[in-house]
């Protein structure tokens, strides 16, 4: 079975243009790597020329996003398109989604941690307990 039918056969029939299951995935995707960078919804929104309020509704995939759109986010947030549909297959497995969100809440955290020896000693800590896992 190749990935687009593998793709098609996770989405249920609907008019093409309302929003799915992939249509959340990439959102969540784009949220993650927007909040990875720092950037708000309104920078992110005013970088690839929509509103607040269509950027927040593409990332929970309440729009769809063309393909053009889709460019331009990659662009502005550094990654290639394929990022946004990496783990697309997986997703069934609720344990993926609730591993990403966990390493997504880490990243943030640890980004707003100022003191430059406090994530030194986080960063020294991680490594230390990856090791005995």
């Given at each position: 079975m190749n990935r687009l039918s593998t793709i098609e056969t996770m989405l249920p029939?609907?008019?093409?243009?309302?929003a799915g299951?992939?249509?959340?995935?990439?959102g969540q995707r784009i949220r993650e790597r927007r909040v990875m960078l720092g950037l708000s919804q309104q920078q992110m929104a005013e970088m690839i020329g929509v509103t607040y309020q269509q950027a927040h509704k593409y990332e929970r995939g309440i729009n769809?996003?063309?393909a053009g759109r889709l460019f331009e986010i990659a662009q502005v947030l550094g990654v290639p398109?394929?990022?946004?549909?990496?783990?697309?297959?997986?997703e069934a497995g609720g344990e993926v989604q609730g591993r990403q969100r966990m390493c997504l809440e880490l990243a943030r955290n640890f980004a707003q941690i100022r003191n430059e020896r406090h994530q030194d000693a986080l960063s020294q800590l991680a490594r230390a307990l990856a090791v005995e896992a």
């Open positions: 029939a609907r008019p093409a243009n309302r299951d992939v249509d959340r995935f990439v769809r996003i063309s398109v394929s990022f946004f549909f990496e783990g697309l297959e997986q």
